[in-house]
């Protein structure tokens, strides 16, 4: 059984930072893709970032793209995600999420999530 461990959300004013880490434990990381979703409330989970399993290969949606980086730490077993410049539209609850399969942008191929962490941007 895979566990994920998101942290370090919060509040933040506009153009600010935030860094989220995601701790993950139950099977072997550096096997998995890990992806940071998110979710506004009344709208669907949206992609944000994903990192492959070497770390060297990054994506990431239009709408952060120059703003968030993804890392990862196999000997860790943590993921980060690194926000800078934030909008108030980033406000969102921030997941998580670990898969072996190839698409990388479709939550639905996601095996495993945390719990989420949020984060709250005011203008």
């Known amino acids: 059984q895979v566990r994920l461990v998101e942290s370090g959300g919060g509040s933040v004013q506009a153009v600010g930072s935030l860094r989220l880490s995601c701790a993950a434990s139950?099977?072997?990381?550096?096997?998995?893709?890990m992806g940071w979703f998110r979710q506004a409330p009344g709208n669907e989970r949206e992609f944000v970032a994903a990192?492959?399993?070497?770390?060297?290969?990054?994506y990431y949606a239009d709408s952060v793209k120059g703003r968030f980086t993804i890392s990862r730490d196999n000997a860790g077993n943590t993921v980060s995600l690194h926000m800078n410049s934030l909008k108030p539209e980033d406000t969102a609850v921030y997941y998580c999420?670990?898969?072996?399969?190839?698409?990388?942008?479709?939550?639905?191929?996601?095996?495993?999530w945390g719990q989420g962490t949020q984060v709250t941007v005011s203008a």
């Open positions: 139950g099977r072997a990381f550096s096997d998995d893709r």
């Open positions: 990192i492959s399993r070497s770390g060297f290969g990054t």
């Open positions: 999420a670990a898969h072996r399969g190839n698409d990388v942008v479709t939550a639905l191929q996601y095996d495993y």
